[in-house]
């Protein structure tokens, strides 16, 4: 990883097998991504973060996320860029990402999933549901690892 990001986990209950509920969050903006973390950890989900592109599609390589929720500007590989390598990779496609992002002008949301983000949500985010929002776009395991072998 870049020397710029760092990836961080929270600690997993006991019990609880590794790639259950981990959601992945890419940002590169400390108060977005220390928010994000929060909001999606007091709902029980497990997060781990990453401030660029490049350490996510790595990250989401070893870690196999329930989900990845990244930031289109980043440093280094955008969110964008990154996108389209995940959709691409036959083992990691099946990886929901979702985009949350300040564009939200006409266009931007359609851009967005052409690029390789499987949804979209404009910041503001809204702290009561985005949990919720983030948790609607989980697929059952076992299709995520039947698409992912």
Same mark, same amino acid.
């Given at each position: ?85 995940? /959709? @691409?990779?036959? *083992?990691?496609?099946?990886? %929901?990402?979702?985009?949350?992002? #300040?564009? =939200? ?25 985005? /949990? @919720?929002?983030? *948790?609607?776009?989980?697929? %059952?395991?076992?299709?995520?690892? #039947?698409? =992912?072998?």
């Amino acid at each position: 990883m870049s020397s710029k990001s760092i990836a961080t986990r929270a600690p997993r209950p006991a019990g609880e097998r590794e790639e259950q509920d981990l959601i992945l969050v890419v940002e590169d903006n400390k108060a977005s991504s220390d928010l994000t973390a929060y909001l999606l950890r007091a709902a029980g989900h497990r997060v781990m973060t990453c401030t660029d592109g490049a350490d996510a599609i790595a990250i989401a390589g070893q870690e196999h996320p329930r989900v990845i929720v990244m930031d289109l500007q980043l440093e280094r590989m955008s969110g964008l860029e990154a996108a389209a390598v995940l /959709a @691409a990779d036959p *083992k990691l496609k099946a990886i %929901p990402r979702v985009a949350v992002t #300040a564009y =939200a002008m006409v266009g931007d949301r359609d851009r967005v999933l052409r690029a390789g983000f499987t949804g979209y949500i404009a910041k503001p985010i809204e702290p009561t549901t985005f /949990a @919720a929002q983030i *948790k609607a776009f989980f697929v %059952p395991e076992s299709q995520h690892v #039947a698409d =992912a072998t």
